[in-house]
């Protein structure tokens, strides 16, 4: 299961995802994404991760993909932490992430 939450401020639109980033899910992550595109505009979007509990190969990719386009990531758990550091610095990338899934 995937929860996703989206405040807007005037200054920056903050998602609250929660549970799985999961193969199933990741279409829905995505197509928010493109959804809310317009309704960002310049402002700051922050990916607050700190709920999710599993990301698999697809979640990596999708978060990169969402960091490429200018998302901040936030993480808490060791793990996703772990994936936030990773995309950040390169070593994750949205056409090809690492193999395997990851549990917090």
């Not at 005037?10 to 980033?21: C, F, I, M, N, S």
């Not at 599993?54 to 386009?69: V, W």
């Not at 990773?86 to 056409?95: G, R």
Request: glycine residues 6%.
């Amino acid at each position: 299961m995937l929860r996703i939450t989206i405040a807007d401020t005037p200054t920056e639109q903050r998602w609250t995802v929660e549970g799985q980033l999961v193969h199933p899910w990741i279409s829905e992550l995505k197509s928010t994404w493109t959804r809310t595109k317009t309704a960002r505009r310049n402002r700051k979007c922050v990916v607050d991760l700190t709920g999710v509990t599993f990301i698999d190969q697809s979640g990596e990719k999708a978060l990169a993909r969402l960091h490429k386009d200018g998302a901040e990531l936030v993480a808490a758990g060791c793990y996703t932490r772990h994936v936030v550091h990773s995309i950040k610095n390169n070593k994750i990338d949205w056409p090809a992430a690492r193999k395997g899934a990851h549990r917090e």
